[in-house]
């Protein structure tokens, strides 16, 4: 018989072998189960250990102002929360109930409009709810509001599983001016970071930058953020806009626009030398009677000008030669039939101005002076005057970089196979001449004038300066130079000459200033209403006054415009009164005087100072510069404002000596501090008793009376 017996030990090979199938069927069979069934379940808890690709935003840019001033930035704000699951999880329902008064007591020091007893009712009911999203407060709160809540506690642990506590981040857009230029600056749509307007909208993707990318892992229960791309913050753009130009223009025509009750208002400051545009200030009456910016009529508003529009009328027949400053132009009683159509001059019920020469119907604003003088000499060639007003610059398309900005419309005349004029009638250019059939922005009508403001040199409105990125320029953008010539030397002359007598002899005369020329045209007209025409009951009136100062070195140039309805409606008497206040304000900003100028070379130079305590008097004169000389005995000739005399061209102050032994009056100490007071009056021999703080308002003894051994005085202070 074998020692081993095999019949023994082979069945117990095959039991093994035989669990060991069982087990790799179970382990396929798991397996088949888990790519099928259980697909879903295991693919849930690999996302919430992982997050591959998230997207992060970057820092957008600011927007400031030429001088650097921010006017629009992003700050973070934030929207707080409770997880109370998360907190009864992890165990820390205990200590969340036992610092509930304390947590309460900490919210109602930061929010005081809620009371410690509300935010605990209030907390608690989230608590009992057993809410994974309760929210602390409703609104958004900034980072430092955001950091006195982290410290509280339970709110102070930073694992949002253990304490509950999670927030939302917001990257908010502010603007610390407010409303200033706000249709110019731009407006974003809250939380979606997206832009809405103006150069927010414009800039966008310079001020956005480029987002990163980051995925998240669980290591050890915690998640951790690794970034794959970082995000590239935007650049900060900088702006032409003046803050203090700006608010002043704003308030200047806000004040006017509640005067006389306007409808719409808009101001442009714009430098001569560079077409910087400074200032720029759009605003809405709104339903409840306030004044917004609510659109950029500035650059967007196709509106017929008016009279402003006479200027480039003028210029043009001078420009050509057709007339001189001296050539004359009848008028009439102020009513003239132009090919059938009456015009009327703003006088035509007093008789009208008859002849005029050719400066005074800008001076007078005539319509029919102009209209005339135009009709006569382009009647037969209205695209030769179509031509010189292009050449101007009034069409030019300033390609501006605001969305909703319209260039100019100024239609040209055109013929037809057979030499006839296609949609153009016989009172086109008349009515044309004078700021009617044609389509022109403000910003168009402000960039014509400060081309004449700047002898002809027509420059791009330039709304941003350069785009910087940490500190560094990453783009210029220096003034350009659209024309150099917008007509000839001598025209340029001649207009600015007539357009400060308009202001100092014309209809423009509340534009001006007693300070420095001013030199511009008003503009008042009857405005379109579409389809119906102009209306004569409610009518509404486009009121401008655009021109440039000082006339005879131009700095800036601004256009004022007021849409309103009904009379009383001038042009000169609202919007020049608007563009009066804007240029004595901006003129007042800019002066810069000597202080040496101011010095009155017959008055006393020395300081006034009370007399009283002599040390620290010496200690802040000698401080000051002045130099104490001749000495002084602790003595001081009081009654006198002034101690000593002044020794010409010298900082030198001399006391006169005098023995105060000899003076028996009491003295007055009114206004005095009380340790000079005190010790003026015990210099007298006087016992002095203070009642109250501050400066004496009052004295138990009269000035001047005759002191007596063992007098007190009170002094009453305040």
Same mark, same amino acid.
């Given at each position: 018989?074998?020692?081993?017996?095999?019949?023994?030990?082979?069945?117990?090979?095959?039991?093994?072998?035989?669990?060991?199938?069982?087990?790799?069927?179970?382990?396929?069979?798991? #397996?088949?189960?888990?790519?099928?069934?259980?697909?879903?379940?295991?693919?849930?808890?690999?996302?919430?250990?992982?997050?591959?690709?998230?997207?992060?935003?970057?820092?957008?840019?600011?927007?400031?102002?030429?001088?650097?001033?921010?006017?629009?930035?992003?700050?973070?704000?934030?929207?707080?929360?409770?997880?109370?699951?998360?907190?009864?999880?992890?165990?820390?329902?205990?200590?969340?109930?036992?610092?509930?008064?304390?947590?309460?007591?900490?919210?109602?020091?930061?929010?005081?409009?809620?009371?410690?007893?509300?935010?605990?009712?209030?907390?608690?009911?989230?608590?009992?709810?057993?809410?994974?999203?309760?929210?602390?407060?409703?609104?958004?709160?900034?980072?430092?509001?955001?950091?006195?809540?982290?410290?509280?506690?339970?709110?102070?642990?930073?694992?949002?599983?253990?304490?509950?506590?999670?927030?939302?981040?917001?990257?908010?857009?502010?603007?610390?001016?407010?409303?200033?230029?706000?249709?110019?600056?731009?407006?974003?749509?809250?939380?979606?970071?997206?832009?809405?307007?103006?150069?927010?909208?414009?800039?966008?993707?310079?001020?956005?930058?480029?987002?990163?990318?980051?995925?998240?892992?669980?290591?050890?229960?915690?998640?951790?953020?690794?970034?794959?791309?970082?995000?590239?913050?935007?650049?900060?753009?900088?702006?032409?806009?003046?803050?203090?130009?700006?608010?002043?223009?704003?308030?200047?025509?806000?004040?006017?626009?509640?005067?006389?009750?306007?409808?719409?208002?808009?101001?442009?400051?714009?430098?001569?030398?560079?077409?910087?545009?400074?200032?720029?200030?759009?605003?809405?009456?709104?339903?409840?009677?306030?004044?917004?910016?609510? !659109?950029?009529?500035?650059?967007?508003?196709?509106?017929?000008?008016?009279?402003?529009?006479?200027?480039?009328?003028?210029?043009?027949?001078?420009?050509?030669?057709?007339?001189?400053?001296?050539?004359?132009?009848?008028?009439?009683?102020?009513?003239?039939?132009?090919?059938?159509?009456?015009?009327?001059?703003?006088?035509? #019920?007093?008789?009208?101005?008859?002849?005029?020469?050719?400066?005074?119907?800008? !001076?007078?604003?005539?319509?029919?002076?102009?209209?005339?003088?135009?009709?006569?000499?382009?009647?037969?060639?209205?695209?030769?005057?179509?031509?010189?007003?292009?050449?101007?610059?009034?069409?030019?398309?300033?390609?501006?970089?605001?969305?909703?900005?319209?260039?100019?419309?100024?239609?040209?005349?055109?013929?037809?196979?057979?030499?006839?004029?296609?949609?153009?009638?016989?009172?086109?250019?008349?009515?044309?001449?004078?700021?009617?059939?044609?389509?022109?922005?403000?910003?168009?009508?402000?960039?014509?004038?400060?081309?004449?403001?700047?002898?002809?040199?027509?420059?791009?409105?330039?709304?941003?300066?350069?785009?910087?990125?940490?500190?560094?320029?990453?783009?210029?953008?220096?003034? !350009?130079?659209?024309?150099?010539?917008?007509?000839?030397?001598?025209?340029?002359?001649?207009?600015?000459?007539?357009?400060?007598?308009?202001?100092?002899?014309?209809?423009? !005369?509340?534009?001006?200033?007693?300070?420095?020329?001013?030199?511009?045209? $008003?503009?008042?007209?009857?405005?379109?209403?579409?389809?119906?025409?102009?209306?004569?009951?409610?009518?509404?009136?486009?009121?401008?006054?655009?021109?440039?100062?000082?006339?005879?070195?131009?700095?800036?140039?601004?256009?004022?415009?007021?849409?309103? $309805?009904?009379?009383?409606?001038?042009?000169?008497?609202?919007?020049?009164?608007?563009?009066?206040?804007?240029?004595?304000?901006?003129?007042?900003?800019?002066?810069?005087?000597?202080?040496?100028?101011?010095?009155?070379?017959?008055?006393?130079?020395?300081?006034?100072?009370?007399?009283?305590?002599?040390?620290?008097?010496?200690?802040?004169?000698?401080?000051?510069?002045?130099?104490?000389?001749?000495?002084?005995?602790?003595?001081?000739?009081?009654?006198?404002?002034?101690?000593?005399?002044?020794?010409?061209?010298?900082?030198?102050?001399?006391?006169?000596?005098?023995?105060?032994?000899?003076?028996?009056?009491?003295?007055?100490?009114?206004?005095?501090?009380?340790?000079?007071?005190?010790?003026?009056?015990?210099?007298?021999?006087?016992?002095?008793?203070?009642?109250?703080?501050?400066?004496?308002?009052?004295?138990?003894?009269?000035?001047?009376?005759?002191?007596?051994?063992?007098?007190?005085?009170?002094?009453?202070?305040?």
């Amino acid at each position: 018989m074998s020692k081993f017996d095999n019949s023994k030990i082979m069945p117990r090979y095959s039991v093994i072998a035989i669990i060991m199938s069982l087990i790799a069927v179970a382990v396929i069979g798991k #397996t088949i189960y888990t790519m099928t069934a259980g697909r879903s379940y295991w693919m849930e808890v690999a996302a919430s250990q992982k997050k591959d690709s998230v997207s992060i935003k970057p820092t957008r840019g600011n927007i400031l102002s030429c001088n650097g001033q921010l006017m629009a930035s992003s700050i973070p704000e934030f929207k707080v929360y409770m997880d109370f699951n998360a907190l009864k999880v992890a165990g820390n329902d205990t200590a969340f109930i036992d610092s509930i008064n304390y947590i309460s007591k900490g919210l109602n020091n930061i929010f005081p409009e809620k009371s410690a007893s509300y935010f605990k009712q209030y907390l608690m009911e989230g608590y009992h709810k057993v809410s994974k999203h309760w929210p602390i407060w409703n609104e958004r709160i900034d980072y430092n509001t955001f950091k006195e809540i982290q410290s509280l506690p339970i709110f102070k642990n930073e694992n949002k599983n253990k304490s509950g506590f999670h927030w939302d981040k917001f990257n908010a857009r502010r603007r610390p001016f407010g409303s200033l230029a706000q249709r110019t600056i731009g407006d974003m749509f809250g939380a979606k970071d997206t832009a809405r307007c103006g150069l927010e909208l414009s800039y966008d993707s310079i001020l956005r930058g480029t987002n990163g990318i980051i995925h998240r892992r669980k290591v050890r229960n915690r998640f951790l953020n690794i970034t794959d791309t970082p995000p590239v913050d935007g650049a900060d753009i900088i702006t032409t806009i003046d803050v203090s130009m700006q608010d002043l223009a704003e308030r200047a025509l806000i004040d006017e626009l509640k005067e006389i009750n306007g409808n719409v208002g808009v101001a442009i400051v714009m430098e001569v030398a560079t077409g910087d545009v400074k200032a720029i200030v759009n605003l809405d009456k709104c339903s409840d009677g306030e004044y917004r910016e609510v !659109k950029n009529h500035a650059v967007s508003d196709l509106l017929e000008p008016g009279s402003v529009f006479k200027t480039a009328s003028i210029m043009t027949a001078l420009d050509d030669g057709v007339v001189d400053t001296m050539y004359t132009v009848q008028t009439g009683p102020g009513v003239w039939n132009m090919y059938g159509r009456d015009m009327k001059d703003h006088n035509w #019920t007093r008789g009208g101005y008859g002849t005029l020469t050719l400066p005074w119907t800008l !001076k007078y604003s005539s319509n029919i002076g102009v209209s005339r003088i135009i009709d006569l000499h382009y009647h037969k060639n209205p695209e030769k005057f179509v031509q010189g007003i292009y050449d101007l610059g009034l069409a030019t398309d300033f390609h501006i970089p605001i969305v909703g900005y319209s260039p100019a419309r100024i239609r040209m005349p055109r013929k037809n196979s057979r030499g006839q004029y296609v949609n153009w009638s016989a009172t086109a250019l008349p009515w044309m001449s004078i700021g009617y059939e044609t389509q022109i922005p403000p910003i168009s009508t402000i960039a014509f004038y400060n081309a004449i403001a700047n002898g002809g040199k027509l420059m791009q409105p330039r709304f941003v300066k350069q785009i910087v990125k940490n500190g560094e320029v990453i783009y210029d953008n220096p003034p !350009k130079v659209l024309k150099e010539h917008i007509a000839k030397e001598s025209t340029i002359k001649q207009i600015t000459r007539i357009l400060t007598e308009v202001v100092s002899e014309g209809l423009g !005369k509340k534009a001006g200033s007693d300070k420095f020329l001013v030199a511009g045209k $008003t503009g008042t007209a009857q405005m379109s209403k579409g389809a119906l025409g102009y209306k004569t009951g409610g009518t509404n009136y486009l009121l401008s006054f655009a021109g440039f100062f000082p006339a005879n070195n131009p700095r800036y140039s601004c256009i004022v415009c007021i849409q309103k $309805t009904g009379l009383p409606a001038s042009g000169g008497g609202m919007s020049g009164v608007v563009f009066h206040h804007i240029a004595e304000g901006i003129m007042a900003q800019s002066l810069k005087l000597n202080v040496t100028d101011a010095r009155d070379k017959e008055s006393i130079l020395i300081p006034t100072a009370k007399t009283g305590n002599l040390l620290a008097t010496d200690y802040v004169l000698n401080a000051l510069g002045f130099n104490i000389t001749n000495g002084w005995n602790g003595s001081l000739p009081f009654g006198n404002p002034i101690w000593g005399k002044t020794i010409t061209n010298s900082k030198t102050l001399s006391f006169q000596k005098e023995n105060l032994s000899k003076v028996h009056l009491v003295p007055d100490v009114h206004g005095m501090g009380a340790r000079d007071a005190v010790y003026l009056m015990e210099t007298h021999g006087i016992k002095a008793i203070i009642i109250g703080r501050g400066r004496v308002i009052q004295q138990s003894l009269a000035p001047g009376e005759k002191v007596k051994k063992g007098m007190r005085c009170e002094l009453r202070m305040g």
